[in-house]
Structures are given as structure tokens and as C-alpha cells.
């Protein structure tokens, strides 16, 4: 069962930074894509960074490319988000993914499950 942990949101002035950390459990994490997603009431969920393990390739949302930068560390089993130059418009509810396949395009996930989400607030 595929089990995420999101930690290090918080409040944070514009133009601060912020690391998010995810801890991952319970799938093969070196074959398992794994992504950064964000929510806002009433809002749909929104991908902002994937990591697709087969293709070798990482997306990035325009909204947020140039500024936050996602890692993992396979010894870990961690994923990260470093946010840098945070703007109002990031605040929202963020999300650690993890799946066979997953999406940031078209938010969707095969075979994986969502984090609780961790608030990350940015003050103007």
C-alpha cells in the first residue's frame, strides 16, 4: 500500500522559501513516479511538478517553473519540493503523489494514492 507523508508547509512572506518534504512507503520507490500537486478552495487540483521515472523526464508547471524544483533521494525514500520567489497565488493545500503512472498535465494517478497535504500560506 502506497502510504505519503507531507511535511514543512507553514507561513511564509512573499518572496521566502520553503522546502516540502514527502516520506514514502510501502511500493518500490525507484520505479514508482512521483509528483507535487496543489489545491485551493474551490479550485481543482493543479499539477505542479512530476517526476516520471521511465521517461527520465520532469515537468514543471509555467506557474511555478524557475522557482521550485523537485528531488528525490531514493536512499530515503523522500521526495522534496524547494519553493523559492513564493508569491501569494502559491498559497494552497499541497500534495505528494506517487504512482505506476502518474499525471500533472491531466491530474491523475494509476496505481498510487495522494498524501494528506500540507498548508503552505504565503503572506503578502
Known amino acids: 500500500e502506497v502510504q505519503l507523508v507531507e511535511s514543512g508547509g507553514g507561513l511564509v512572506q512573499t518572496g521566502g522559501s520553503l522546502r516540502l518534504s514527502c516520506a514514502a512507503s510501502?511500493?518500490?520507490?525507484?520505479?514508482?513516479?512521483i509528483g507535487w500537486y496543489r489545491q485551493t478552495p474551490g479550485k481543482e487540483r493543479e499539477g505542479i511538478s512530476c517526476?516520471?521515472?521511465?521517461?527520465?523526464?520532469?515537468y514543471y508547471a509555467d506557474s511555478v517553473k524557475g522557482r521550485f524544483t523537485i528531488t528525490s533521494d531514493n536512499a530515503k525514500r523522500m521526495v522534496y519540493l524547494d519553493m523559492n520567489s513564493l508569491k501569494p497565488e502559491d498559497t494552497a493545500v499541497y500534495y505528494c503523489?506517487?504512482?505506476?503512472?502518474?499525471?500533472?498535465?491531466?491530474?491523475?494517478?494509476?496505481?498510487?494514492?495522494w498524501g494528506q497535504g500540507t498548508q503552505v500560506t504565503v503572506s503578502s
Open positions: 503523489a506517487a504512482g505506476e503512472r502518474i499525471s500533472c498535465r491531466v491530474v491523475s494517478i494509476l496505481h498510487g494514492s
Open positions: 510501502g511500493f518500490r520507490f525507484d520505479n514508482y513516479d
Open positions: 517526476l516520471s521515472r521511465r521517461e527520465g523526464t520532469t
